[in-house]
């Protein structure tokens, strides 16, 4: 069994993209288009969030209006190219609850070594949305993924901007349950680990380190 995989087409999704690719684009605009582009994402992603219906009075007459059922959702960043994700995404659901896991790739090995992590106590109790821009070798998003079901998150959802290939079939693999929201599944990783074609490393271009 294998996660579904959706590749959000739109095209303001798919435009914002390419300009985020091309190597001459600041670090301003690159967080900008982050931002926008991650908000379109997150239209995608809570599609399915369950409604119910709640009696509320217009100017005019009583009425059971919907609204979204259940506990708020919670975005989960891994740190720290997350956060350029999580911004957008919280334009969009301001009152989304918000978890951070801190991770880094060990050159070498290229596995994710944990530093920080914190999430609310209720977590088990919530939609939960994980994101990182780059899922390269899905060892960050599957390390990710799987502290937060020790806490006891049944509900997991991931979301990036590019995925390679390796990446897809390693999450879906180890997580079949968490569905992926992508804006484009790119051709390979280099040797490096890194998506190509992509967009390069996605923290440095948000926070302009290199
Ligand atoms: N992380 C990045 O920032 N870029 C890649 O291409 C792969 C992992």
Redesign the pocket.
Known sequence: MSSTVTVVSHPLVQHKLTLMRRKETPSSEFRQLLREISLLLAYEVTRDLPLTRRPIETPLAEMDAPAIAGKKICIVSILR?GNGILDGILDLIPSARVGHIGLYRDPETLQPVEYYFKVPQDIADRPVVVVD??L?TGHSAIAAVSRLKDRGAQSIRFVCLLAAPEGVQALGEAHPDVPIFTAAIDSHLNDH???VP?L????DRIYGTK
């Open positions: 190219a821009p780059m390269a680990g890194y998506i992509g390069g490393d996605a923290g």
